[in-house]
């Protein structure tokens, strides 16, 4: 997990403080040492989105600092106070996951590890929302580019004059970016972040620097990689579908074998998004067993 900090004439700014997790806040004292600075001189927490690994410390960090914390309206709202069709543990939630095909017993321990996952510890932050186009950190002009498909309204900051992108979790050097679950039918968050890749791909950047991992320099070779990475998965999927109806769960166990409740989650969001993506380009169609509440996937 990488957090930034940069320096202006105003103070210093932070992007994704990272982590509640034990042992952080201690990192946080050692690299303010390191520096030679005070926490107050700490005067903006950016946060790019609202999974804890980037949040999880804002409010700490806020307390330690009085900085303020940033963060896109959406993206907030769906991280401290979610929807029925986001929050885990709700009907919504749990009907969605049994019509995949995943048991109540799986489920459950779904929404034992996801509710940790995606709690938001205490102190929770004061957040200002972002309102402009721009914002200016560490002495330069940051552009705020949304970014969705990894979760709602996830924001990457873009520096036209120099290229710089910080682009949080929306590109990663090494590992492909989580697709975040798709609520329903008619979402297709796979097309999304596709999408967002594009809209990265026109700023042309020469540095981007993730929220994973080490800073890298050529972005189109990097989406390259992620598209045949998702059309890989497409085909594989597509390999799978037949005239006949399968659930997602059917095509987890064939192309991921057996799977821990976390791992069963993740492959399980995966699977559908891009299941959705092809429906949504007419290859795939979608139905309901009317004995039960499965929904079945087969070639058109
Ligand atoms: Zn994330």
């Known amino acids: 997990m990488n957090s930034y900090l940069l320096q202006g004439k105003q103070g210093w700014s932070v992007i994704d403080p990272g982590p509640n997790f034990p042992g952080c806040n201690e990192e946080w004292e050692v690299a303010i040492d390191d520096l030679g600075i005070q926490f107050s001189d700490i005067k903006q927490i950016l946060v790019t989105h609202g999974h804890i690994d980037h949040v999880g410390l804002a409010g700490w960090l806020q307390e330690q600092s009085g900085a303020e914390v940033l963060m896109n309206r959406d993206e907030y709202n769906s991280t401290f106070y979610p929807e029925e069709t986001e929050k885990i543990g709700s009907l919504f939630y749990y009907n969605g996951m049994a019509s995949l095909g995943i048991n109540a017993a799986e489920i459950e321990q779904i929404t034992n590890i ?19 186009d721009s914002l200016v ?37 090494t590992i492909s970016t989580v697709i975040r679950f798709p609520i329903g039918v008619e979402d297709n968050p796979l097309r999304q972040y596709l999408d967002s890749l594009t809209i990265l791909k026109e700023l042309n950047p020469t540095k981007i620097m993730p929220a994973h991992g080490e800073p890298f320099n050529d972005m189109d070779a990097r989406i390259e990689q992620l598209l045949h990475h998702h059309q890989e998965r497409l085909q594989q999927i597509m390999d799978c579908l037949s005239d006949e109806p399968c659930t997602v769960r059917t095509i987890v166990d064939q192309l991921f074998g057996k799977l821990d409740a976390f791992n069963l989650f993740l492959a399980s969001g995966e699977i559908s998004a891009h299941l959705l993506l092809l429906q949504s380009q007419g290859k795939l169609q979608i139905s309901q067993d009317s004995q039960s509440v499965l929904l079945g996937f087969a070639l058109v």
């Open 114 to 132: 996801m509710g940790y996952v995606t709690a938001v510890m205490e102190p929770w932050p004061q957040v200002r929302f972002l309102q402009d």
């Open 137 to 173: 950190m560490g002495d330069r002009t940051w552009e705020v580019i949304l970014t969705t498909g990894h979760t709602n309204a996830h924001v990457c900051l873009f520096n036209r004059e120099e290229g710089l992108l910080l682009s949080g979790d929306q590109i990663l050097p």
